[in-house]
């Protein structure tokens, strides 16, 4: 059974400080994984998808990396800002199209 | 691009009625559209999987009668939730997925509350 662990569970941070949320998955024969952004009370906005041919994607000040060898990925947020507080889901792709969701990470951001 | 859109985004019912969730993709066909549930500060479960003009396929421990999946054409899935009881309360998802690349798009989601 494929399992997805985020770590920690939730993180504050002041405003400006670059962070890490980190991301562990069982299945090494990753198809992709996928990271999400979920606000209270709100559906789920797509933030970066990495296929499994890649190790990274980059959108502004979001860098998401994977390493399918040691079963990781980190989604990194540069300069952060009160308005990037919310939940980041990961999620591996189980077959072409099934998802897998973590926990989430709960992130607030201090101005 | 790739807009999904879910109705109501809130719901409150009685007891033993009914409740039909609306998910809609806006400018493309979802071959494939999924429904998940999700608790308070709990992750994603998906509860089922429908494709166009099929039947939609259940994850293991949802109850088919009681959570029907309609999908009868490439942009309009629907889930109802039948003779709703309090323990069904809670926030539902619907996602879709196209040909031609990979990725998932998510609806806003629906707060049902079952009093």
């Known amino acids: 059974k494929q399992e997805v662990t985020q770590i920690p569970a939730a993180l504050s941070v002041p405003e400006g400080e670059n962070l890490v949320l980190n991301c562990s998955f069982t299945d090494s024969a990753i198809y992709n994984l996928q990271w999400f952004r979920q606000d209270p009370g709100k559906g789920l906005t797509s933030l970066l998808l990495?296929?499994?041919?890649?190790r990274e994607q980059t959108s502004g000040r979001l860098n998401a990396s994977l390493d399918k060898s040691s079963g990781r990925s980190t989604l990194y947020i540069a300069a952060s800002q009160p308005g990037d507080s919310a939940t980041y889901l990961c999620a591996e792709y189980q077959g072409a199209q099934k998802l897998v969701f973590g926990q989430g990470t709960r992130l607030t951001i201090n101005p | 691009g790739a807009v999904v859109s879910q109705h109501p985004s809130w719901v409150i019912c009685k007891s033993g009625t009914s409740v039909k969730i609306e998910c809609r993709s806006l400018?493309?066909?979802?071959?494939?559209m999924f429904w998940y549930r999700q608790f308070p500060k709990q992750s994603l479960m998906l509860m089922a999987t429908?494709?166009?003009?099929?039947?939609?396929?259940?994850e293991q421990g949802v109850e088919k009668d009681k959570f029907l999946i309609n999908h009868a054409s490439l942009t309009l899935s629907t889930l109802t939730v039948t003779s709703a009881h309090p323990e069904d309360s809670s926030f539902y998802i619907c996602?879709?997925?196209?040909?031609?690349?990979?990725?998932?798009?998510f609806g806003s989601g629906t707060r049902l509350t079952v009093v």
């Open positions: 400018d493309f066909q979802a071959t494939t």
């Open positions: 996602s879709a997925t196209w040909t031609g690349d990979y990725g998932y798009t």
């Open positions: 429908s494709n166009e003009g099929s039947k939609a396929t259940y």
């Open positions: 990495i296929q499994s041919s890649q």
